[in-house]
């Protein structure tokens, strides 16, 4: 009996569509790079300062969202020539 049924099973999986022939490795890579794409995210400019930022995010180069100062930055630039100097001094 559990013989018989998996011969029937074997049988009906031969009757199964099978590939003809193996994909070549250029079809396969062609595939899996067609998915890899990767979206470019939404940029806007920022209207204080012309920074491309993401949209309905505060500026991360001035701080400014909607025109209005919403966080105050430090300028890295003056800190670190502030360190220079003290350096050169010492
Ligand atoms: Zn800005």
Redesign the pocket.
């Known amino acids: 009996m559990l013989n018989n049924k998996i011969i029937i099973e074997l049988e009906e999986i031969r009757k199964m569509p099978n590939p003809k022939r193996k994909h070549t490795p250029h079809r396969r890579d062609c595939r899996r790079s067609a998915n890899s794409k990767l979206d470019v995210p939404n940029a806007s400019k920022?209207l204080?300062?012309?920074?491309a930022?993401m949209p309905h995010k505060i500026?991360p180069?001035?701080g400014?969202y909607n025109g209005k100062l919403v966080v105050v930055k430090k300028a890295k630039k003056v800190e670190q020539e502030q360190t220079q100097q003290e350096v050169g001094k010492e």
Do not use: L, Y
């Open positions: 920022c204080n300062c012309g920074v930022k500026c180069g001035c400014f």
